[in-house]
């Protein structure tokens, strides 16, 4: 079992800055299996969607609504992922969920976060 806790979410007005953090809290055995993770958002009447994603190794990619915006990084020896938003737009309002894909054996099993919201005012 892992567990996603996030933090940093909150009102900032247009232009400004957040940054999110995801800290996996669990069994050795399972963090140690934490392959991918990600932040996903959901804006109000939208579908969840895909805003950046990070290997463990340090690979990135980004959706295109926040390239050169949006940093997404991760600390392997703490267990916890980030995503620096700047230059923030009141589309970027939403609730921001940490995700983590984790492989046991043959088996990827995929965790989530309760979600913080970014509410960015213009």
């Known amino acids: 079992q892992v567990q996603l806790v996030e933090f940093g979410g909150g009102l900032v007005q247009a232009g400004g800055s957040l940054r999110l953090s995801c800290a996996a809290n669990?069994?050795?055995?399972?963090?140690?299996?934490?392959?991918?993770m990600a932040w996903y958002r959901r804006a109000p009447g939208k579908e969840r969607e895909l805003v950046a994603c990070?290997?463990?190794?340090?690979?990135?990619n980004y959706a295109d609504a926040v390239k050169g915006r949006f940093t997404i990084s991760r600390d392997n020896a703490k267990n916890t992922v980030y995503l620096q938003m700047n230059k923030l737009k009141s589309e970027d309002t939403a609730v921001y969920y940490c995700?983590?894909?984790?492989?046991?054996?043959?088996?990827?099993?995929?965790?989530w976060g309760q979600g913080t919201q970014v509410t960015v005012s213009s």
């Open positions: 995700n983590a894909i984790v492989t046991i054996f043959t088996a990827t099993l995929n965790y």
């Open positions: 669990g069994s050795s055995f399972s963090i140690n299996r934490i392959n991918d």
């Open positions: 990070i290997t463990k190794g340090g690979s990135t």
